[in-house]
């Protein structure tokens, strides 16, 4: 897969956030609920100050490598005096040094795809935090672009 190394500053992210694990669907599983009860309930709609319409799925607090568990965040970018209601919580993406794919396609599909190919990569990985950005650029989720950036040391 190709890739190309970016160097980003910090980002502030607001929206919902659970321990998963990626072992027997597990994290597939409630990373889809997650985006449900996000875009289903509406909760995006009740953060202030969003820097634009792009979607954020953050993977952080990793406990080791890919296989144990972690938090997985869905939401949005916002600005730093950001205002949200619970459930929702504020989490921080570190600035540093990212791997950063571009994909395209169905939204669960192709991320899926990814990811697993992405477990097989000599990449030499951070696991600090790592994000997908969901660009919205059409409402057709079978052909979305999505930017995926992976911490590296």
């Not at 190309?4 to 502030?12: F, M, S, T």
């Not at 916002?78 to 040094?97: D, E, H, W």
């Not at 899926?112 to 190919?117: E, I, P």
């Amino acid at each position: 897969m190709n890739y190309e190394i970016v160097n980003l500053k910090e980002k502030q992210v607001v929206g919902l956030v659970k321990e998963t694990i990626n072992s027997n669907n597990k994290s597939m599983r409630d990373i889809g609920m997650l985006w449900e009860e996000f875009l289903g309930k509406e909760h995006w709609k009740n953060i202030e100050n969003r820097k634009n319409n792009k979607s954020i799925g953050l993977y952080m607090d990793y406990q080791g490598d890919f296989t144990q568990p972690f938090n997985f965040l869905c939401g949005c970018e916002v600005n730093k005096n950001a205002q949200f209601k619970l459930p929702l919580v504020s989490k921080t993406i570190q600035g540093g040094r990212y791997a950063k794919f571009i994909i395209s396609g169905d939204v669960k599909a192709s991320v899926g795809k990814f990811w697993l190919k992405l477990w097989k990569m000599n990449l030499d990985r951070k696991y600090s935090c790592d994000f997908e950005e969901y660009q919205n650029n059409t409402k057709d989720m079978q052909n979305q672009e999505i930017h995926i950036y992976i911490s590296i040391n």
